[in-house]
């Protein structure tokens, strides 16, 4: 595809559930970022990969949560035991390789709701 | 005191004005600066990267840097209701990590 995609678009869940949501970067960027954005607030920093490695998992919150990219392309972050906290925009966005003069460009995000 | 400092806003400006965004960030390692532009319910757009002192131009935008102060801003010129959005600025700290401010939110007036 031409950009990156994030699936499903918008997950309801309840309190305690377990959630996966996805991201498929642009063809060709090997360094892909997550992100969680409240409302009105920028977006939030919890891990990046490059290739297959997490090179900085710094940001993610707890160990509720947890990312993988096993093949160095899709991404999926998963959330065991979510909470109401948990609810908000999560972004992806990928880049040609991770380093400070390479632009990163995101995909639409998923909207979380945890009830 | 947090890591990249915007003013929220509303920054309200006439059309056909200049709107002045400005950031402020706290590492002093940091080399990579960028402006991304977010309407309501969409996701971030990359409006503009610097990444050495002095200005850079992009169309109706001018990137700004002074690394000595520790300050970046976006100039838009001739700025159109279409710009009305939020304008997040991010800086690179450390391991490549991308910090956002919390952004300010543009409003042009017709």
């Known amino acids: 595809g031409a950009g990156v995609s994030q699936t499903p678009s918008n997950k309801v869940t309840e309190k305690g559930k377990y959630v996966e949501l996805r991201c498929d970067p642009i063809s060709g960027h090997t360094a892909l970022y997550w992100y969680r954005q409240s409302l009105g607030q920028g977006p939030e920093f919890l891990i990046y990969f490059q290739g297959t490695g997490a090179a900085d998992d710094s940001g993610l919150p707890n160990d509720r949560f947890f990312a993988v990219r096993p093949e160095g392309s899709v991404s999926t972050l998963k959330i065991q035991r979510t909470e109401r906290g948990d609810s908000a925009v999560y972004l992806c966005?990928?880049?040609?390789?991770?380093?400070?003069?390479?632009?990163?460009?995101f995909g639409p995000g998923t909207r979380l709701t945890v009830l | 005191q947090k890591e990249v400092e915007q003013n929220s806003g509303p920054l309200s400006v006439p059309e056909g004005a200049i709107a002045s965004l400005n950031c402020t960030y706290s590492?002093?390692?940091?080399?990579?600066f960028f402006w991304y532009r977010q309407y309501s319910g969409k996701s971030p757009e990359l409006i503009m990267s610097i990444y050495s002192n002095g200005d850079k131009e992009d169309g109706r935008f001018t990137a700004q840097l002074n690394k000595a102060s520790q300050y970046v801003s976006l100039l838009i010129r001739d700025s159109q209701p279409s710009d009305s959005a939020t304008y997040l600025c991010a800086v690179t700290s450390g391991t490549y990590k991308y910090i956002f401010g919390t952004g300010t939110r543009l409003k042009v007036l017709a």
């Open positions: 590492d002093r390692g940091s080399q990579s």
């Open positions: 966005a990928s880049s040609l390789v991770a380093g400070g003069y390479n632009e990163q460009f």
